[in-house]
């Protein structure tokens, strides 16, 4: 399994971005697919998950502002950051696998750096 994400930038506080992530490969048995992050200086956590059957599992510091999203024809998912802020500055992973972890799943993509300018 291939996971390809676009979408890295720099943006200012308050501003929107928008990351996707598009798998390929052997992707029968990828039910979950989603997006982790690691900021500086700190261990990577999850920023938002989404199932094939639409569940969606959200950290609590991204409640209201972030929004997942997949396009399962396409196997893509999406997520769309409204309201960023300074603590959001992370390298962005994609990540996907059968089944949900804390930690993250079977497959992950290169990091996406996004940079939130105050």
């Known amino acids: 399994v291939q996971l390809q994400a676009s979408g890295r930038g720099l943006v200012q506080a308050g501003g929107s971005l928008r990351l996707s992530c598009a798998a390929s490969?052997?992707?029968?048995?990828?039910?979950?697919m989603g997006w982790y992050r690691q900021a500086p200086g700190k261990q990577r956590e999850l920023a938002a998950v989404?199932?094939?059957?639409?569940?969606?599992n959200n950290a609590d510091s991204v409640k209201g502002r972030f929004t997942i999203s997949r396009d399962n024809a396409q196997n893509t998912v999406y997520l769309q950051m409204n309201s960023v802020r300074p603590d959001d500055t992370a390298v962005y992973y994609c990540?996907?696998?059968?089944?949900?972890?804390?930690?993250?799943?079977?497959?992950w993509g290169k990091g996406t750096l996004v940079t939130v300018s105050s």
């Open positions: 990540s996907a696998g059968s089944r949900w972890s804390q930690g993250g799943m079977n497959y």
């Open positions: 490969g052997s992707i029968s048995n990828i039910n979950i």
């Open positions: 989404i199932s094939l059957g639409g569940w969606k």
